[in-house]
């Protein structure tokens, strides 16, 4: 009987329709923020927390890829390693002269992700969606990657809107999920299954209506920009790498003895013993990589056709030693201390620094430095401002997300949906939380299968996976076809 009132009392609270009442939020601006109280505070200290990257660090902090980006914003076209989203993102803000302003547009985006959560959790309790927003909303590590220019920060707000569109069961928003997850895709490339993922929640619910408005609404822009990369490279794809990465991510195990690949693949094996390779990042960007030495540029299609055809090789020659090796990367994301990986350079990037970063040492950076003067329209560069940077090192030092907790949040959602159905066995239908948990899943196995481990991978999934475990604490109620709201 108590469960059943608690039902009642839940269901009050969704919106209803013309002459039915609902549950309203207190209109007097005091009390709601007395009601609000933790997360209004939370969200003030995150506030805080990115004012002090923008004193201590001006305009922005700079990433290798950075120079890429801001070259396809003064030369659209597609490039072959990274899709053009982000670029698009740089120059809606090109008037504006300033890296400073992509900057605070990539830490507002930050703290609109850790609303979303609090709004979309809204069935649970206060304390628990506060708690929720406290990883994306206070994690030092989360603040400096939207103080980097990279195109994390977008592609995570973009990956949580949709998600949170989902929740919604409101028709009209499906087209809104598509075009933002075709948006997440052309940022980067990691998006793709969740076009599927989210589509198959429809399917799942027995919608397939909505499952097909958002597939077209997605995949009209991927294959527009499909076609814009076809004109340009006469490759088919977004992208103009995938062979070159699976195969860089192979090399931490292949064996061509084992392999015993034709001679026109032997050319990229590597003699040395596995376990004394570098990171599997090398085998792209080293200058004596088997693949770099190859005539042309790394990532031709003959090139890139070649690295796919040896990757493919060593996957169904050597399962068990691939599967053993994305287990390995995929478990570096739930180690307590942040080892070096892969390796010093990389690492210091995710740190906010001591000394300004140099200059970029590789040509194709050269090349976009000179652009981003041009998009400064003024010089580049860094400038450490203290004592505002050294609070936020001894903040980096202390406040981060420890891998256990993440994989404990991730085990809070199946393990309450456990405990649910063993006292209500007659519960049916797909649970709320399965969406933003099967994304976060998705978007930390992905990279550790077809890349290898970045701890920058890891940061976009984990409001993902706490928004997951806000909703499984006390799961929404959702609309099923053909039947009256029941408690999920």
Request: one cysteine or more.
């Amino acid at each position: 009987m108590p469960e059943k009132q608690e039902d009642v009392r839940v269901m009050s609270e969704e919106p209803a329709g013309p002459g039915r009442g609902r549950r309203r939020l207190p209109r007097d601006p005091k009390r709601r923020l007395r009601r609000h109280g933790w997360f209004v505070a939370v969200l003030a200290l995150g506030t805080a927390l990115r004012a002090l990257a923008m004193l201590g660090y001006r305009p922005a902090l700079w990433f290798p890829d950075t120079y890429t980006y801001i070259v396809t914003v003064f030369k659209p076209r597609p490039d072959l390693v990274r899709p053009a989203g982000y670029s698009m993102f740089l120059k809606l803000l090109e008037p504006f002269h300033g890296f400073g302003v992509v900057a605070a547009a990539q830490h507002l985006l930050g703290l609109a992700t850790g609303v979303l959560i609090y709004r979309v959790a809204r069935r649970a309790p206060r304390w628990v969606r506060t708690l929720a927003t406290v990883p994306v909303l206070l994690d030092a590590y989360q603040v400096e990657l939207e103080h980097l220019l990279v195109s994390d920060t977008l592609f995570m707000f973009l990956v949580v809107a949709a998600v949170a569109l989902c929740t919604t069961a409101r028709p009209a928003t499906v087209a809104a999920i598509g075009l933002l997850l075709a948006a997440a895709t052309l940022t980067r490339t990691i998006g793709q299954p969740l076009i599927v993922l989210l589509a198959a929640w429809f399917v799942l619910r027995r919608r397939l209506g909505p499952a097909g408005v958002l597939l077209a609404a997605a995949l009209v822009p991927v294959v527009a920009y499909g076609a814009w990369f076809y004109a340009t490279y006469q490759r088919v794809g977004i992208v103009g790498a995938n062979g070159a990465f699976l195969y860089a991510r192979t090399m931490s195990f292949a064996d061509c003895a084992k392999m015993d690949p034709p001679p026109d693949l032997r050319v990229l094996c590597d003699p040395r013993p596995p376990d004394r390779r570098p990171p599997s990042q090398e085998y792209i960007w080293a200058k004596d990589a088997p693949l770099v030495l190859l005539p042309g540029i790394t990532f031709t299609k003959e090139n890139d056709d070649l690295a796919a055809r040896f990757a493919t090789l060593a996957i169904t020659r050597q399962p068990l030693d691939y599967a053993a090796s994305v287990l390995s990367e995929l478990g570096r994301t739930f180690t307590w201390e942040r080892a070096v990986y892969p390796d010093p350079e990389i690492y210091g990037y995710y740190q906010f620094p001591v000394t300004p970063p140099g200059p970029p040492g590789r040509y194709p950076a050269q090349v976009g430095a000179d652009y981003a003067k041009l998009y400064e329209q003024g010089a580049i560069g860094t400038e450490i401002v203290e004592p505002y940077a050294g609070w936020l090192r001894a903040y980096q030092s202390m406040a981060r997300l420890p891998g256990p907790v993440l994989l404990g949040v991730l085990l809070v959602p199946p393990v309450a949906a456990f405990a649910r159905r063993r006292k209500a066995r007659r519960l049916a239908g797909a649970p709320a939380w399965l969406v933003p948990w099967s994304a976060a899943v998705v978007l930390l196995v992905t990279p550790a299968a077809a890349a290898e481990f970045d701890y920058r991978y890891v940061l976009p999934a984990v409001p993902l996976a706490c928004l997951a475990a806000a909703l499984s604490i006390r799961p929404d109620v959702l609309r099923q076809p053909g039947s009256e709201r029941v408690w999920r």
